[in-house]
């Protein structure tokens, strides 16, 4: 299908603050949020009432498919980003106005549970969106998030990024393929549904948290028996702890035992792995453009973008 590139934002662009998951939690950090958006040059618009609040929910289904559409619909709205992730999309992302998303290409921001809306809008459109911080998370985010996702923003998310830390578990030649993924779990419930993404040729990228191993172990054996990772350009996994206290030594083995998992479900392939990559709901979650052509450079460690 036909990519289709939102214009980057210039100085003074709208945001649109949308919730189409969770309610808002954090006060300060929403607060915070806004004023971040407001220092990079942007001007954020969210309701003058916010979110009333349906239990788990930020509001109705119709009233969270109701304003995606006309943040979308809006000229003066040059993107949308998500207050939060939770639990949601799942359930409004039927009622959104795709051919005005395919007529009106914009840059939707935001991770977790907006994997959902990520996967449906790049399989229906071809539209490249940008996976990356909610509103929520931009006051834990940490400098190099920052700086990335202000870079994708105004048009430079092509730029090449070279992480420290990306253990190439396997690979050496290059790999290229669409980018797709997100939350692991959130990208579970799609299998089966009209949402469900196309998974042969693509580059997948996959994050979680606060899942012990034997249910990440499930998730992944699912996709393998379910065909999906099988046909796969190349595998990129992000940031799988269970939670902000967990200790280094702790940690290094959470994700090693993930890591040696895929390559075992992999193992009659040569496809690319790749561990430790910034992106999650950790301070660490560096913008990635979804639906964009991604060549996976294992001999140089570099994630580059045509």
């Known amino acids: 299908m036909e990519q289709h590139i939102p214009a980057p ?7 649109g603050i949308i919730a189409p998951a969770g309610q808002i939690r954090d006060q300060k950090g929403f607060d915070t949020g806004i004023r971040l958006l ?5 001007e954020p618009r969210f309701p003058r009432e916010l979110w009333p609040g349906t239990g788990y929910l930020a509001d109705t289904d119709a009233n969270r498919a109701e304003e995606f559409n006309r943040m979308w619909a809006d000229p003066e709205v040059a993107a ?14 039927m009622m ?3 051919m005005q998303v395919r007529n009106q290409p914009k840059f939707l921001i935001g991770f977790s549970d907006i994997t959902v809306l990520h996967n449906y809008l790049c399989q229906q459109t071809g539209l490249i969106s940008l996976h990356g911080p909610t509103l929520s998370t931009l006051a834990t985010s940490n400098r190099d998030s920052l700086e990335r996702f202000h870079q994708c923003l105004t048009g430079k998310w092509r730029t090449t990024l070279q992480m420290k830390g990306v253990e190439i578990l396997r690979g050496a030649e290059e790999a290229t393929g669409r980018l797709i993924g997100g939350n692991l779990s959130t990208l579970l419930t799609l299998l089966g549904t009209p949402f469900e993404p196309e998974f042969a040729g693509r580059v997948l990228f996959l994050e979680d948290v606060g899942e012990p191993l034997y249910r990440i172990d499930r998730m992944l054996t699912q996709l393998w028996l379910a065909g999906k990772l099988q046909k796969l350009a190349g595998i990129i996994l992000g940031d799988f702890s269970l939670g902000n206290d967990m200790e280094t030594t702790e940690k290094i083995r959470h994700h090693e035992t993930i890591w040696n998992r895929v390559l075992q479900l992999t193992s009659g392939t040569q496809i690319p792995v790749w561990g430790g990559f910034p992106v999650g709901h950790g301070p660490a979650n560096m913008t990635l453009p979804h639906g964009a052509e991604a060549v996976m450079d294992s001999r140089n460690g570099q994630l580059c973008f045509l």
Do not use: H, P, Q, S
């Not at 934002?9 to 945001?15: E, H, M, P, R």
């Open 38 to 42: 407001a220092e990079m040059g942007f």
């Open 9 to 15: 934002l210039k100085a003074g662009a709208v945001i």
């Open 80 to 93: 949308l980003l998500a207050l939060r992730g939770g639990y949601g999309c799942l359930r409004m992302a």
């Open 96 to 98: 959104v106005d795709i």
